[in-house]
């Protein structure tokens, strides 16, 4: 039985039924009185107090104070509350508090603070509470009796308090500590038990508060924040092992850092700032296989530093300061992979090829000139990857590339170039080549070499062909420029060809596949252009298993239709020819079938699918699909099709093996849902579409899990849904219910419920007309199902 603010009668009616009622449940029923404007409640609440309760009790409910209706002002809850409590020493503040899913409270008011110092055991009485922010707020000493709050998590003080009280080690749950208290003279020795402490931030500290460090107590400690305290020699300062995280910042008296550095194993980021005094930085960091983030900045009074420091096992994100220069060690770097952010670094490494080599992967990110590189990737010949994103003036760069003799892997993002470097052609073991927004780009085919796995431009100026032969397994080739593409087809061979947006609607009016010198090779085609370039696609390409046609260029022109024994997926975009029958009759093993905006005629081909499982129908004008023999269609999908109206709707029972069934716009004649479709075992139904009536026949379709309601409005939402035994996941999307769901949905405990809740309020539906819908605790209110469930 849990407590729910928008279930509050419901909650009610369950407490009446609980065992030991009402005497264990004074507090609740206070709180039920005090949230309810029910007057019938308020009278049952205050007689039930005045039987059982306390005068005490019965006195704080007497007040005229009243909790907020829908439970959301924390502030306001938390006043009245403290209210409550300083006329019944014995009311559960936290308690309550939490009833209202708050768990987090922040003592900024003064008012606030002024009753807690008068009337200290209000603050003991805060137990429930998980995460507590003390400002400087309070007149005396900081209030021994927060130590009494033993379910606080997080605990944040910022104000002048000197000492922190000898009982704070009663907070045994304390994960995490920020303390920003300049005048902290020194930390009590049972701050050290605090073994669960997590994270740890002291900030703003001006005393010799160091010398009551005993960190390597907190065995748990994970991060460790010095900001802006007064930290000087810290060379023997001792850290938990359990570190992963640890910064100095801003620290102006640090003149050492802890010489225990090399032994946190653990530790995953060093940041280290503004530390104008510092004089040494310790050895060890390429001990730490788990550091990936290093910061070094803004310490002036270190000249070098050892590239075996900064370059770990797992360096990604590295920053020095700009006078720091990197120098050789005596330690070797194991690095197989690099991700570099900083031209110094780069030159680095390209200037001591000897030093990294055992490198294979180098990743470059926000680096937007190049123009400072003095060498390029040619002297680090072990590399195996290389992956850019963004830049300009590359040209050093990528001097020598050829010498990269196993690059297997290259990717530019975003990359202001012009051409590729033309040792790339001498590359023979290149499986990976991407050019993505790259619209500088003039890529020469000539310079790529002749067999390359996988290859995609996508979103650069232009693509080159020439008369030399290029063998891949996946070609891409989209939002680009190609000047001759009976050269390119006729110079390549591959696997799966992607093909869109080329040469901005200017194609020519000619089939590209008659040029394929292996067409047999190809199994998957994606083309977005006209379908005069691949008009005898199906005539060549005898090994097709994956054909999709956009004729976004509106061609008049039809696929020769021939047999396709292959072909398991269709999907056509604008096709405008009337030989659709006829193409898909020599498609014996298709699968799925996917067609979108075609107007050439009202009837569907007459065909036998004995395959297919999956059928899409958008932007169509079939009238119905009683032509189609498929024994096998699991999956029916109808958008935007206007034509399709009751006539197809009724026949569609003739899909025995059918178990979703989904529509999107549909005729306007489709006043009901045909009784016909009642027959089939659907387990999604997407009805999507205005009904005047849901018929009840609806309800024998027991192997429903899915069930879309199709912006339907009701008066009374239908009690038979609450009956399909197999209903998971409802659909109330733009639908209006007059009256409320009634309880009887409770039974439903569904997983989903899908209901999209606008910024706006106004558009919004009232949460108390579906509330039953919802099993606490349980179902998820969603914008859109998960996709394991329309899986």
């Known amino acids: 039985m849990e ?33 309810t404007r029910d007057e019938v409640i308020i009278a049952e609440v205050t007689e039930i107090l005045e039987e059982y309760g306390t005068t005490e009790i019965n006195n704080a409910f007497k007040t005229r104070n009243k909790l907020p209706e829908n439970g959301e002002d924390s502030g306001k809850i938390i006043k009245t509350l403290l209210h409550f409590g300083t006329k019944d020493p014995l009311f559960p503040i936290g308690k309550l508090y939490n009833m209202f899913e708050f768990s987090s409270l922040s003592i900024r008011d003064e008012a606030i603070a002024q ?29 021994k009796e927060i130590c009494d709050i033993t379910s606080l998590k997080t605990l944040e003080i910022k104000g002048n308090y000197q000492v922190l009280p000898v009982s704070i080690g009663n907070l045994q749950q304390l994960e995490s500590v920020t303390l920003e208290l300049s005048k902290l003279v020194t930390f009590p020795e049972s701050f050290w038990s605090l073994k669960n402490i997590k994270k740890l931030e002291l900030s703003y500290i001006e005393t010799e508060f160091q010398e009551s460090l005993q960190l390597e107590k907190l065995t748990n400690l994970e991060e460790l924040d010095f900001i802006l305290v007064n930290l000087k020699d810290a060379s023997q300062l001792q850290l938990p092992t359990s570190i992963k995280e640890i910064s100095f910042i801003r620290l102006k008296h640090l003149t050492k850092l802890p010489t225990c550095i090399s032994m946190l194993k653990k530790l995953k980021k060093f940041d280290l700032y503004m530390c104008p005094n510092l004089i040494e930085i310790p050895n060890g960091f390429n001990q730490l296989d788990n550091l990936f983030v290093l910061k070094l900045d803004g310490i002036p009074l270190i000249k070098t530093i050892e590239d075996h420091q900064i370059f770990t096992k797992h360096c990604e994100y590295i920053t020095l300061d700009d006078d720091l220069e990197i120098i050789p060690g005596n330690e070797p770097i194991l690095n197989s992979e690099l991700l570099i952010n900083d031209v110094e670094i780069l030159n680095y490494v390209f200037s001591h090829p000897d030093r990294f080599t055992n490198l294979k992967k180098l990743k470059i990110q926000y680096i ?62 290149l499986d990976y080549l991407c050019f993505n927004s790259c619209r500088s780009l003039v890529l020469e085919a000539k310079y790529l070499p002749s067999k390359i796995k996988e290859l995609y431009l996508f979103d650069i100026k232009e693509y080159i062909a020439t008369e030399k032969l290029l063998e891949t397994e996946h070609a891409y080739f989209a939002n680009l420029s190609i000047e001759k593409p009976k050269v390119l087809f006729s110079n390549l061979i591959t696997k799966t060809l992607h093909f869109s947006s080329i040469n901005e609607s200017k194609n020519s009016q000619e089939d590209l596949t008659k040029y394929l010198p292996k067409p047999k090779v190809l199994t998957t085609l994606k083309a977005y252009t006209n379908t005069e370039q691949f008009k005898d696609v199906l005539k060549h390409c005898t090994n097709l298993e994956y054909l999709h046609l956009d004729n976004k ?3 008049l022109t039809e696929i020769t239709s021939v047999a396709a024994p292959h072909l398991n997926y269709l999907k056509l975009d604008f096709y405008k020819a009337e030989n659709l029958e006829a193409l898909i009759k020599n498609m014996p093993k298709l699968e799925t079938l996917d067609i979108a905006h075609y107007d050439v005629t009202s009837t569907f081909p007459e065909v036998t699918l004995p395959y297919l499982k999956n059928l899409d129908l958008s932007y169509t004008t079939f009238k119905t699909l009683e032509t189609l023999e498929a024994p096998a269609l699991e999956s029916l999908y109808i958008a935007l099709s206007y034509e399709f ?47 005047d009536v849901l018929p009840e026949f609806i309800q024998k379709i027991t192997t429903l899990q899915t069930l879309s309601l199709g912006g339907n409005d009701f008066i009374d939402l239908p009690t038979w849904i609450a009956d399909l035994p197999k209903l998971k996941r409802l659909d109330i999307d733009g639908c209006k219910f007059e009256n409320a769901v009634p309880e009887y949905f409770r039974k439903l405990k569904l997983k989903e419920l899908k209901y999209y809740i606008g910024k706006f309020n106004g558009g919004n539906m009232n949460p108390d007309k579906y509330k039953y819908l919802i099993t606490p605790g349980y179902t998820e209110l969603k914008k859109e199902f998960s996709k394991e469930a329309i899986a």
């Open 368 to 429: 937007t000139d190049f123009s400072d590189v003095s060498l390029g990737f040619g002297k680090l010949t072990t590399l195996k990857a290389i992956d850019i994103h963004q830049g300009s003036q590359m040209e050093t760069l990528f001097k020598n590339i050829e010498n990269c003799t196993q690059l297997n892997y290259l990717k530019l993002y975003g990359a202001n170039i012009e051409s590729i470097p033309k040792g790339l052609k001498e590359l023979q073991y």
């Open 553 to 555: 260029e509106a061609s």
């Open 115 to 143: 009753k807690l110092e008068k009337q200290p055991n209000l603050i003991s009485r805060l137990n429930g509470i998980t995460h507590l922010k003390v400002s400087d707020v309070f007149s005396n000493d900081f209030p």
């Open 645 to 691: 109206g009751m006539e197809g709707y009724a026949k569609l029972n003739q899909f025995k093996a059918l178990k979703k069934l989904r529509f999107m716009g549909i005729g306007d004649d489709v006043n009901s849902i045909p009784e016909s479709i009642s027959e089939l075992k659907l387990t999604e139904f997407l009805i999507h579409h205005k009904f």
């Open 3 to 35: 407590f729910k603010i928008e279930y509050l009668t419901t909650y009610y009616k369950e407490l009446k039924t609980a065992q030991n009622y009402p005497e264990a449940f004074l507090y609740e029923l206070f709180l039920i009185g005090k949230i």
